[in-house]
């Protein structure tokens, strides 16, 4: 069994927050336990609840679009939530879910070990980066995580109404491309280059 399979195997019966009495499936994620680029979005919909994967719904499905623009299929890279169980009605993730499931993300980041971490939306970037970050203005720009860059992007659900947003996300799919061609990991930019915000990543 793999490391992340083992992992799934330990936490799938979690109940560090209410969330548990509500949910068909904790929604762990997939696919590639290798990947050199993972995503990490919201929360679980519906959907991703009742099959217990993520983003498989019309958030998944432009996501899949997008990858496919860059010659990438989901088999090629790893999909996650920063929490792992649907919340009622949809809504947005409370603090202390997000704090309960971080344990999580952060184990499956250290069993990946990807290259780039592309947060999906105001979310997942504002918890990986520890900060009251705006995504209209972060977007596309790379942070410095521990061994890996952070790239917070629209979610592609906020792009299923909105023309604009989804070229900004086709834009930044095109960094994310020229990014996994860098190797080894891009050296951090020096002090007077640094946007503020860059240095305050969690993990
Ligand atoms: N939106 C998310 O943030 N995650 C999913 O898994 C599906 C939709």
Known sequence: MSKLSEYYEQIKDCKRCHLYSGRINLVF????ENADLMFVGEAPG????????PFVGAAGKTLNELLAEIGLKREDVYITNIIKS?????RDPLPEEIEACKPYLMEQIKIIKPKIIATLGAHATKTMLNKNVSISKVHGQSFKGNGFTIIPIFHTAAALYRRQTLELLKDDFKKLKELLKEDPIPEIP???EREQGQQGSLF
């Open 29 to 32: 994620g997939e696919v590639n």
């Open 46 to 53: 519906y959907h991703e609840d009742q099959q217990g994967r």
């Open 86 to 90: 649907r919340p009622p009605n949809n």
């Open 190 to 192: 020096k002090e007077d």
